[in-house]
């Protein structure tokens, strides 16, 4: 009896230590984006391009950590009230929405506007279309957190760390690019910093 006492409160110390970091890697997220939008909106072109945090950004892609931080933010009071259940999947709903319409975008080489939508600074040098490593990024984020609302864990554990291995693939190569410069695969053409950010929520999402 005493084995199995400590053997549930070892396995709540744990549960709780991945819960922290679930809502650590949602906070990152969160901060980031808000940094980037905030850069994109007030500053002028010249001074942009000196901030490394704000330039490997793209608007849409702080859009989707923010909606992807608090994801993982409200995960730990999903249920808790109708409200919150229902906050939970918007931003959920939100960050698939998100990188589908970025996937459309490159893929139809369509410009629907929505990074003039988010940052509307006239001093913004605005880029182009998100990458693509990080909008396919974003779409298996956003179906992994609605499956995760509809209780399928292991599909969303296998989707999120797809996107694990996307971010870490993405590093690596960046950083042997430096070593040895060469073309890299459009799907692993990421900015590092995009990169680095969206590696920490996708193992926020597979904790959560």
Same mark, same amino acid.
């Given at each position: 009896?005493?084995?199995?006492?400590?053997?549930?409160?070892?396995?709540?110390?744990?549960?709780?230590?991945?819960?922290?970091?679930?809502?650590?890697?949602?906070?990152?997220?969160?901060?980031?984006?808000?940094?980037?939008?905030?850069?994109?909106? /007030?500053?002028?072109?010249? /001074?942009?391009?000196?901030?490394?945090?704000?330039?490997?950004?793209?608007?849409?892609?702080?859009?989707?950590?923010?909606?992807?931080?608090?994801?993982?933010?409200?995960?730990?009071?999903?249920?808790?009230?109708?409200?919150?259940?229902?906050?939970?999947?918007?931003?959920?709903?939100?960050?698939?929405?998100?990188?589908?319409v970025s996937l459309v975008e490159i893929w139809f080489h369509w410009n629907l506007g929505?990074?003039?939508?988010?940052?509307?600074?006239?001093?913004?040098?605005?880029?182009?279309?998100?990458?693509?490593?990080?909008?396919?990024?974003?779409?298996?984020?956003?179906?992994?957190?609605?499956?995760?609302?509809?209780?399928?864990?292991?599909?969303?554990?296998?989707?999120?760390?797809?996107?694990?291995?996307?971010?870490?693939?993405?590093? /690596?190569?960046?950083?042997?690019?430096?070593?040895?410069?060469?073309?890299?695969?459009?799907?692993?053409?990421?900015?590092?910093?995009?990169?680095?950010?969206?590696?920490?929520?996708s193992l926020g999402v597979v904790d959560s």
């Amino acid at each position: 009896m005493v084995k199995i006492l400590r053997s549930s409160e070892a396995y709540g110390t744990q549960a709780r230590a991945f819960g922290a970091f679930s809502r650590s890697a949602g906070l990152i997220g969160i901060v980031a984006g808000l940094a980037a939008l905030c850069g994109w909106s /007030v500053l002028p072109a010249y /001074v942009i391009r000196h901030l490394w945090l704000i330039s490997q950004i793209h608007p849409n892609a702080a859009l989707g950590f923010i909606l992807v931080g608090f994801s993982l933010r409200l995960a730990r009071y999903d249920g808790a009230t109708p409200w919150v259940h229902f906050a939970c999947k918007l931003f959920r709903l939100a960050v698939g929405f998100l990188g589908l319409v970025s996937l459309v975008e490159i893929w139809f080489h369509w410009n629907l506007g929505i990074d003039q939508f988010i940052v509307r600074g006239p001093t913004s040098a605005m880029p182009g279309s998100m990458p693509l490593a990080a909008a396919l990024s974003f779409g298996l984020l956003g179906c992994a957190l609605i499956l995760l609302s509809a209780g399928r864990s292991l599909i969303c554990q296998i989707l999120s760390l797809a996107v694990t291995t996307l971010t870490v693939a993405t590093l /690596v190569a960046s950083s042997y690019a430096l070593l040895a410069p060469q073309a890299l695969p459009e799907y692993l053409i990421m900015p590092a910093m995009t990169a680095l950010i969206l590696l920490v929520l996708s193992l926020g999402v597979v904790d959560s």
